[in-house]
């Protein structure tokens, strides 16, 4: 009795705040917030995937860029083609899913450490691919390797805001989905022991590569969103580690394997980059510091420390 | 040309494959550390102008220092954690000292230039400039230096023995938490001798370091992580294959050839030709 009340409450809780946050364009709200909840809501898709990857698959992932850019980068040829944007999004989505398909073919050899170091060299590979790349057909305007989207002009920020809404709570239920069903507690097992979840009959290949492929198409889709929003694309930003440390930053700042670490990490981020936007240069160099010291003082992150707090007991 | 610059590639990757050998941790941190290694020798140059190689007298204490304090406050602590914190830590400290060097030298890119860095001889009808093959020298010196001090000097055994079995070497005595701050501290020497030669090579700029991280797993994954004939020998196989690619595809994608060598050697032998 005592139990199932607060968790009534809860439940209730976030019923009203979504429903408040899909609201929001139609109450007027300061057209400021639509920024940071749109950064807001892009990021926890990404980092809700990443999560899935590192904290419930032990992938740690270094090629999300290479999804995002990938993503990043079809948007703009479908916008140029004439096509629709949003044909744009789920195509971008399509494609970062086969080419994570394409690449798990050689990093999924790899185990622990060597896997994070196979993906870490995709985006790097795939950043001097498209420095290289020339359109052809001429139908694509920029300079040098960067594009501008075609045809946004109509789109307002209210849509952009939508679209992001509609990914981050895309991504949020889907982790609670996957971590209710089969798949994960077959990442749940996998992540605590490789060995002894295939001995127990767990297709560790398998669960591994769904939840990549996965993870892939949704950070991919976040990823178009994002770069619809901002309208032009090159590829030292699109395949940039910045990416990689927007989501290890969400993840370990929230909690790494916590559901809702995402969600308290991706809202500090996007605090953090604006509160720091007025120190350009030292931006990054803070985030890294923090990095360090929450992985130190917190390895659980916040929501890990709350759950402590609460006399739950914590992996490890 | 390839196989000279391939000495460099090996001595930047020697650091790497230590740290690696000794504690089975990836620093994603080393090509920045290394980089951190050239702008200390850049500034000896600019400020007092010192010769590059002759800094390094204060450049290796200097790096030994900054291996030794990473290792001893922050990556021993996160490995209680999980091996997963040890390298977000990595991660973060690479962040961390990319962002430095950009506040502190701006991201234009520079050279360590010298009288001798500039010159060339010629073999045949190639001219090959005197810096590569000063990395070709300098990788041989430390290799040699290194593996004489791992298997003559008492440090250098307990270093051996704590990488082939961390609980064998505590029952033994060995105080393993103080030879892995050791071990940072030689890794990073290394590379304070990597740096200076990586500058006399190549202009430079703050994140280099991560083409250059990239380059020495390559070398280790192709050499075998941890073995040390394994690293030059995958050094040289990098340099040539960067120097041919270059030569065939046109200069912009020798860094690709070199990347897809290396995705390539992982999905094939993730443990190296020499590795165990």
Not at chain 1, 144 to 171: D, N, P, V
Not at chain 1, 242 to 251: A, E, H, K, N, V
Not at chain 1, 277 to 285: D, F, Q, R
Not at chain 2, 23 to 41: P, S
Request: charged residues 10%.
């Amino acid at each position: 009795m005592n139990n199932t009340f607060p968790a009534l409450w809860a439940r209730l809780i976030t019923v009203v705040v979504i429903i408040l946050l899909a609201a929001l364009p139609l109450l007027g709200a300061p057209r400021a917030w639509f920024l940071y909840l749109f950064l807001f809501f892009t990021y926890l898709a990404m980092a809700n995937m990443w999560n899935l990857l590192a904290g419930y698959s032990g992938l740690i992932s270094l090629c999300q860029p290479a999804f995002i850019g990938l993503a990043g980068y079809t948007v703009v040829i479908v916008t140029w083609s004439g096509l629709p944007f949003y044909l744009g999004i789920i195509g971008g989505g399509i494609v970062s899913m086969a080419f994570a398909l394409l690449i798990s073919i050689p990093v999924f050899r790899l185990r622990g450490i060597y896997f994070a170091i196979g993906t870490l060299v995709v985006p790097e590979a795939l950043r001097i691919v498209f420095l290289l790349w020339k359109p052809v057909g001429g139908a694509l305007q920029g300079a040098g390797a960067g594009y501008r989207l075609k045809g946004l002009a109509e789109l307002s920020m209210t849509e952009t805001y939508w679209m992001a809404f509609f990914i981050g709570m895309i991504s949020f239920f889907l982790m609670r989905l996957i971590l209710r069903s089969r798949l994960g507690l077959g990442l749940a097992t996998i992540r605590d022991s490789d060995s002894t979840a295939a001995s127990i009959g767990v297709d560790v290949f398998r669960m591994k590569l769904y939840s990549f492929v996965i993870g892939s198409l949704v950070t991919g889709m976040a990823g178009g969103i994002f770069y619809v929003y901002q309208g032009y694309i090159e590829p030292t930003s699109a395949f940039g580690i910045r990416w990689t440390m927007i989501l290890m930053l969400s993840c370990v700042i929230g909690g790494l394997g916590i559901e809702t670490g995402p969600l308290i990490g991706a809202a500090v981020v996007v605090f953090l980059h604006f509160y720091l936007a007025k120190y350009t240069g030292i931006n990054l160099l803070i985030q890294g510091i923090l990095l360090v010291i929450v992985m130190l003082l917190a390895p659980h992150g916040i929501m890990g420390s709350v759950r402590g707090l609460r006399g739950y007991r914590v992996r490890h | 040309m390839g196989i000279l610059l391939g000495g460099l590639y090996a001595l930047i990757a020697l650091g790497l494959s230590l740290v690696f050998g000794v504690m089975r941790l990836i620093n994603v941190a080393h090509g920045d550390l290394v980089v951190l290694g050239t702008y200390f020798a850049y500034a000896a140059l600019s400020f007092f102008h010192v010769d590059p190689i002759l800094s390094l007298i204060m450049g290796i204490p200097f790096l030994f220092a900054v291996g030794f304090i990473i290792q001893k406050y922050l990556m021993s602590r996160s490995f209680g954690v999980s091996m997963e914190a040890a390298l977000i830590i990595a991660f973060g400290i690479s962040l961390i000292l990319q962002n430095l060097n950009q506040i502190l030298w701006t991201p234009l890119s520079r050279g360590l230039t010298t009288a001798y860095s500039v010159e060339s001889f010629s073999v045949g009808e190639v001219f090959i400039p005197y810096a590569y093959l000063f990395d070709f020298i300098a990788a041989l010196i430390v290799m040699v230096f290194l593996r004489t001090f791992l298997k003559r000097t008492y440090l250098g055994k307990a270093i051996v023995a704590a990488s082939q079995n961390k609980r064998g070497a505590l029952l033994m005595g060995i105080n393993t938490a103080r030879i892995y701050a050791l071990t940072f501290g030689i890794a990073m020497a290394t590379a304070a001798v990597a740096g200076v030669f990586l500058g006399l090579t190549f202009p430079f700029s703050p994140t280099t370091g991560v083409a250059f991280l990239i380059i020495s797993f390559g070398v280790i994954v192709i050499g075998g992580l941890g073995s040390m004939i394994g690293t030059f020998i995958g050094g040289m196989v990098i340099g040539l294959a960067q120097t041919l690619g270059g030569h065939f595809f046109g200069d912009a994608a020798q860094m690709l050839i070199a990347y897809i060598i290396v995705l390539v050697a992982l999905s094939i032998r993730p443990q190296g030709i020499f590795g165990r």
